[in-house]
Each structure stands twice: as C-alpha cells, then as structure tokens.
C-alpha cells in the first residue's frame, strides 16, 4: 500500500532563517507531488505541484522553493523565512495520468515563525 | 480559470440528523473530477468522496452522498445519520482531467459542528 510521510510534524522557527520540510512517498513510481498550505481558518493554497524529478510549477509567487531530487521525495525550502510564512503546510501525492485522480495527503507540518 | 466556492464557513447538525453542504464552480471544461474531503481536528485530510463530471449517477459512500448538477455547477454533500466523528472541517476540491494540468482547486472549506 502507499504512505506519504511529512516531517516535522512541528516547527518554530525565527523570522529570517532557512526553511526545509521533507515529504516522502512509498508504495508507488512517478507519483504527482503538491505543497500545499493551509492560513489559519483558511482553505489550501496549492504552492507547488511537480510531475516528475526537476519538474515543479510554482502557482503562487513568493520566497518559498521546492525541490525533487527523487522521484518520491518533494522538499519546500526557504532561504529566509518571513512572518507570514507561517500556516500549516501539507503535501499531497497522486497517480499519475487519468487513470486515479484521488489525492492523498501527508498528516501536515504545522509552521510557527517568530 | 477554475474557482470553487463554499459559502457556508460554518454549519451544525444535531446527531443522527442529515445536513447538506454546499459547494459551487467555476469552470469552461466539460470534464472534470470532483471532490469532498474532511479534515478533522488532527488535520489530516482524508477523502470522502469522488464524482466524475461525465457520470450522471450522483457518488455515495455509506452515510455520505453528494447532489451533483453539472448545468448548474453544483456539488453538494449530504450527510446522513450525523456522528459526532463527522465534526471536522470540509473541503470541496475540483481536478481538471488533464495531464498537463494536475491541479486540484479547494475552497475554503466549511467547518461542521455536530451537536450530541
């Protein structure tokens, strides 16, 4: 079966430092990867989706990277972390082509800058 | 572009009852995936349920059914037989059926109390 593995579950961090959560994905190939996140009492924002190694789009504009090294594994990153990055992140996966198109997602990362 | 909308930020529901979500698009495609989550407090979103655009038939699954009308680009769930483990938050999500486009869209999501 698939899991989807997100850490840290949570992070407190200072305003201007660096910013790296780690998504995993086991159980499948070529999966579809997203970052999501989530303001408080607000809906998802989708930040980045990625549907190979190297392949990432960036919906939104902003000071936040992400990352695919491998194939099942997606890294958000930032160089220097602002106020209102803070929210809680998810990342998501799902089968690649039209064949499934659910969307599974990670237990989330909740991100408080200081 | 795609758009969904939840106009409702909070409902309630006293236990055993049925309550009907509501949920509306935006969209020039004629095929499209649609989609309910629930995102309890633990915030772990989890599926609910899942309609193909092309599919009349409205999804059910157990105590959860949706009424889809495509003319009028609705979605909305009912919840039947209301559990206090139903209390969560609720997403309505729509996926374009494509391969270049792999984008899932969300509303805001709208939050359900169930009353013991």
């Known amino acids: 079966s698939q899991t989807i593995h997100q850490w840290p579950a949570t992070l407190v961090q200072p305003v201007g430092s660096p910013l790296s959560l780690e998504c995993t994905v086991e159980?499948?190939?070529?999966?579809?990867l997203y970052w999501y996140r989530q303001a408080a009492g607000r809906g998802l924002q989708l930040l980045f989706y990625?549907?190979?190694?190297?392949?990432i789009s960036s919906e939104v504009p902003q000071n936040l990277s992400a990352s695919r090294p491998q194939d099942r594994q997606f890294i958000l990153s930032s160089k220097k972390l602002l106020l209102s990055d803070s929210g809680f992140y998810l990342c998501?996966?799902?089968?690649?082509?039209?064949?499934?198109?659910?969307?599974?997602f990670g237990a989330g990362t909740r991100l408080s800058v200081l | 572009a795609q758009t969904v909308t939840q106009s409702q930020p909070e409902m309630s529901v006293q236990e055993a009852e049925t309550v009907t979500l509501s949920c509306t698009y935006d969209t020039s495609e004629s095929d499209y995936y649609l989609f309910w989550y629930k995102q309890p407090p633990s915030r772990q979103m989890i599926l609910v349920i899942r309609?193909?655009?092309?599919?009349?038939q409205n999804a059910t699954e157990n105590r959860f059914s949706v009424n889809f009308q495509k003319a009028a680009k609705s979605f909305s769930l009912k919840i039947s037989d209301s559990q206090l483990g139903d209390a969560a938050m609720y997403f309505c999500?729509?996926?374009?059926?494509?391969?270049?486009?792999?984008?899932?869209?969300f509303g805001t999501g709208t939050s359900l109390t169930v009353i013991p």
């Open positions: 309609q193909e655009a092309y599919k009349q």
């Open positions: 998501a996966w799902s089968v690649r082509g039209l064949a499934k198109n659910i969307q599974y």
């Open positions: 159980g499948t190939s070529n999966p579809n």
């Open positions: 990625s549907i190979g190694i190297d392949q």
């Open positions: 999500a729509y996926r374009r059926l494509s391969n270049t486009g792999n984008q899932f869209y």
